[in-house]
């Protein structure tokens, strides 16, 4: 049971997912055993499914289920182990030996997909007819849109074997060199504490914390670009052998949403920044400035800056949960109790926040950086909401466990909300509750509006690669300038030391286009919370379903759910104006005081 009145003591436990944390033997075996499953399934089903019966499909596919455990928990194990420490070559190398050996399973079982695209409706439908498909139906209807998009077998093969030297590495060497900095400060610090001294109440200690960033960052800066322009490019390349017809395709595809969804969700946030600057210039009278600069845009409103210690965080998003849902009260305990968390910051550490899932069959994992701020509090509640989401959704099995993206956020967020409204309850002053409102209108801002901004970056920087070529450091800094202006507007000024920001986001490597999800999701979620704060107590049940169902239905099935009509073309300013109310109750708040 984990007890521990610091962070620092609160380090999660990988054991559930090889025994004893037996290290390269035990992942070895894993993975033999995988292999040897998978070569035994290529002989038994290559060039069956055309004669396949639904129950065949079922064992088949039940088969497909074990060996994807296997693997999962062999990448999970190694993944989370590194997470903590990039900077150990053994446990880099555990890495880069599970991406080897996976890949040589993916191939193994490459046959499969590429038959199943190939099969004509007609035998798909009648295949999915079957009752005993129920684990894995949605997976296998959803894989059928990529059929214009897939090459024949030996390509494919060709493709997955290079990606391990090709994009994995380079994320990789990503991750290492941005986990690896360190910011000179009073005393040498990872990025993250750095960061996290913007909400500081002093504006000098904001001032030369940012300096102090943007200093850490240029030495490395070459490098990241080249790194960006890289993978810019490798996935020009595969965009274009697939036939996608933008850059942003390929992961509309992959979160189920169309582009002309999607395009709809970027015009409708962006044809309200207004709403960020609004706020940034009520601020800016609040904290008695002319205008915020970029680094002031997280400064508390309060001169007391509150340290949250790990027990009260802890009590405080159990209450949270445990209130709304006795069920996920008891859910999120497990996660304290049972060692399911790594909480400390640490030299070496991956940066951020976030739940890996790992497989149905274990738990899911949270990661953290916790320094004690008030938003690190919301953070934890933010990791737990995906926690509950994967531990609820493996019943569905390893197929459904998943959503796409765009549904990635909304337990997170409500839980999130949750805790937030937990805070709100507790702060015993006016000005106290106006803080506490700041930091979650930033929050919104942050997530809807912040992150459109990004994809638009993402945007140009990805047309700019392909029509144009090669983007030197100065030009990326001209472009996240550009969209950062277009976001901000007049209500914020930005310094030179902020145009080289953007080099230290993983999403831009790690998962191109990822970065819309979080406005989707962000507003998907604040109307999932606002329909519990009309509903009350009944709202639980149905929300636990949607949980529950994790990835087996299509988002707008899951949406209905909740009573959220996704297909409604007014979805997304509705959701607008939520963050709208939001700001007009700190405007009040504001006027109150």
Not at 231 to 244: A, E, N, Q
Request: glycine share 8%; aromatic share 10%.
């Amino acid at each position: 049971m984990s007890t521990s009145e610091s962070p620092q003591g609160v380090r999660w436990d990988l054991s559930d997912l090889i025994a004893n944390a037996g290290g390269d033997d035990a992942v070895e075996a894993l993975l033999d055993d995988a292999l040897e499953r998978s070569r035994a399934f290529a002989a038994r089903y290559r060039g069956a499914l055309e004669t396949i019966d639904g129950g065949g499909l079922a064992a088949a596919m039940g088969e497909l289920a074990a060996i994807y455990e296997l693997v999962g928990r062999a990448q999970s194990y190694a993944s989370l182990e590194f997470s903590t420490d990039t900077t150990d070559p053994v446990r880099g190398a555990r890495v880069a030996r599970v991406q080897e050996r996976s890949t040589e399973l993916a191939t193994a079982l490459l046959f499969f997909e590429l038959e199943w695209a190939a099969l004509s409706d007609e035998r798909v439908e009648e295949l999915l007819e079957h009752d005993g498909l129920d684990f894995c139906r949605h997976h296998l209807s959803t894989a059928r849109r990529y059929r214009p998009h897939l090459l024949s077998e030996p390509e494919e093969l060709i493709l997955t074997e290079k990606s391990i030297s090709g994009a994995g590495a380079w994320a990789r060497l990503f991750g290492e060199l941005t986990s690896a900095i360190e910011v000179a400060l009073e005393e040498t610090a990872t990025l993250d504490v750095a960061l996290s001294r913007l909400a500081s109440p002093s504006r000098e200690v904001r001032r030369e914390s940012a300096a102090a960033v943007t200093r850490a960052l240029e030495p490395g800066l070459r490098t990241r670009a080249f790194i960006f322009n890289t993978l810019l490019v490798d996935k020009s390349t595969d965009d274009r052998l697939r036939s996608y017809e933008n850059w942003l395709a390929a992961r509309n595809l992959a979160n189920e949403a169309s582009d002309e969804s999607v395009a709809a969700l970027v015009s409708a946030v962006t044809g309200r920044y207004e709403l960020a600057r609004r706020w940034y210039r009520l601020k800016a009278s609040l904290l008695g400035i002319d205008r915020l600069a970029d680094y002031d845009r997280m400064a508390p409103l309060s001169t007391d800056e509150l340290h949250v210690d790990w027990p009260a965080a802890r009590a405080l998003v159990l209450d949270a949960y445990g209130s709304f849902s006795p069920t996920l009260g008891d859910l999120v305990a497990r996660f304290f109790d049972e060692r399911w968390i790594d909480a400390p910051p640490g030299h070496g550490k991956q940066g951020g926040a976030f739940c890996a899932y790992t497989v149905p069959s274990v738990h899911p994992y949270v990661l953290l950086n916790y320094v004690g701020r008030r938003r690190d509090v919301l953070i934890l509640a933010h990791e737990l909401g995906h926690g509950v989401h994967a531990a609820l959704a493996a019943r569905q099995g390893i197929f459904h466990q998943d959503t796409p993206l765009t549904l990635a956020e909304t337990a997170s967020v409500f839980g999130e909300a949750l805790t937030f409204g937990r805070l709100l309850d507790a702060s015993p002053t006016p000005a106290a509750r106006l803080a506490l409102l700041a930091e979650d209108i930033e929050g919104a801002i942050a997530t809807v509006f912040r992150q459109i901004a990004m994809n638009q970056f993402e945007r140009l920087v990805h047309t700019e690669r392909r029509e144009v070529g090669e983007l030197s450091v100065e030009r990326f800094a001209e472009l996240w300038a550009q969209t950062q202006v277009e976001f901000l507007g007049d209500s914020v000024e930005l310094t030179d030391d902020y145009r080289c920001w953007w080099s230290y986001i993983p999403h831009f490597i790690n998962t191109p286009g990822y970065v819309y999800a979080y406005a989707y999701g962000q507003l998907l979620a604040l109307s999932v919370y606002d329909r519990y704060l009309a509903e009350g107590a009944g709202f639980e049940q149905r929300y636990l379903e949607l949980l529950s169902s994790g990835g087996s239905r299509s988002p707008e099935d899951l949406g209905e759910l909740v009573g959220v009509d996704l297909r409604d073309p007014g979805f997304w300013e509705r959701g607008l104006d939520l963050v709208e109310r939001r700001l007009e109750a700190a405007e009040e708040a504001a006027r109150a005081l």
